[in-house]
């Protein structure tokens, strides 16, 4: 049998195949809500061992983009129900994405109330998608103080203790696509010289401490993190390649010590072998290979020494029966690209199964 379909059981996860559902932002949740159809959705890929949702704002200033859930109030936690509820029933674990945008937002896709922040007052090049005024430019975000990054840590762990209620099996940090958790890392985007700037040990800060919280708060077992070493995603500037190295061999260290369930890869640039060794020798936990992957180039990752688990999203967006379809050796549909983040069932629940 094809190891990808086969158990996977190491630590706090034990789960039916190797198969992961990777976070996407689809932007479905009107009014910041999931909703019936967004249940309908999970519930359909629940071939995965485990699914990640997509990006969720831990608190009102997280919500950068039009039509992103949320787990900071009451009613979005009881929403979720229905979703974890549905991917239980299928035996698929399900992990819930905590996705703090920082200055990868707009303020018309912010509630009343909320603004834009980030690890400096760099604002990013480009354009985002506003509901109300269409596409916008990146405004300058506010530049946290001391008092609001602890404030932003102890806004996870809130959205942790949510996740829990809601009925979640853990939560994954997302520290990639160029948010404030990996704005922090950049020192392109952080030229901050207080505690939280300056040394790799000072930027990897944030990152660390939200683990370190969540993990105390709810169980290291049940926490993860998403990284992307070397990427360029949201504006973010290149920098040298050996300090990019020593923050990532950093990092897999200090989450091997918090002890925490999964690492989860992302790779979205090119990323050098010796990091990828450094990352696997400094974490001994379960490793999540994503991105561009197809079942045969997943299987063989399986067996090449880093990944022990392996995710997909524009396969699985697609291919609601991804695992049938892995199983039978069924060709796999195409998404369509003009449908994403549009609100609405097209391009969202309505894919061909077999």
């Known amino acids: 049998m094809n190891t990808l379909l086969t158990p996977y059981h190491k630590g706090a996860l034990q789960l039916k195949n190797h198969l992961v559902m990777a976070p996407m932002t689809r ?19 629940s071939g995965a061992g485990l699914i990640i949702t997509e990006g969720t704002a831990p608190s009102p200033n997280a919500l950068g983009y039009s039509r992103i859930p949320g787990i900071f109030s009451a009613a979005q936690t009881n929403a979720w129900k229905a979703i974890t509820g549905a991917a239980h029933a299928a035996g698929s674990k399900i992990f819930l994405q905590l996705m ?115 993990a105390a708060a709810i169980g290291a077992g049940k926490v993860g993190v998403r990284f992307s070493p070397y990427s360029t995603l949201g504006d973010l500037q290149p920098y040298d390649e050996q300090e990019v190295h020593d923050t ?32 696997r020798e400094g974490f001994k936990g379960t490793i999540i290979l994503c991105n561009g992957l197809t079942p045969e180039t997943a299987e063989a990752a399986l067996h090449a020494g880093f990944a022990d688990l392996v995710a997909f999203g524009r396969a699985f967006l697609a291919n609601p029966d991804l695992d049938i379809r892995i199983a039978t050796g069924g060709v796999l549909n195409q998404p369509d690209y003009n449908t994403l983040y549009t609100p609405g069932a097209v391009g969202y629940t309505d894919y061909p199964t077999i």
């Open 27 to 45: 932007s479905r949740a009107i009014d910041n809500l999931p909703n019936e159809l967004m249940a309908a959705y999970y519930a359909q890929r």
């Open 248 to 279: 990532y061999a950093l990092l897999a260290k200090e989450l091997n010590t918090a002890g925490i369930a999964y690492l989860h890869i992302g790779v979205s640039a090119t990323i050098p072998q010796k990091t990828f060794d450094a990352i």
């Open 100 to 214: 703090h945008t920082g200055r990868i937002g707009h303020p018309a896709n912010l509630p009343a109330g909320a603004r834009l922040v980030g690890a400096s007052t760099i604002k990013a090049a480009g354009e985002i998608w506003t509901d109300t005024a269409g596409q916008q430019p990146y405004p300058e975000p506010h530049a946290l103080t001391n008092e609001e990054v602890e404030a932003v840590i102890a806004e996870h762990v809130t959205a942790a203790r949510n996740a829990m209620e809601a009925g979640f099996d853990g939560v994954e940090l997302h520290g990639a696509n160029g948010y404030l958790v990996e704005q922090f890392l950049n020192p392109h985007v952080n030229n901050r010289t207080d505690a939280w700037g300056g040394s790799i040990a000072n930027r990897a800060k944030l990152a660390i401490r939200i683990i370190q919280a969540m």
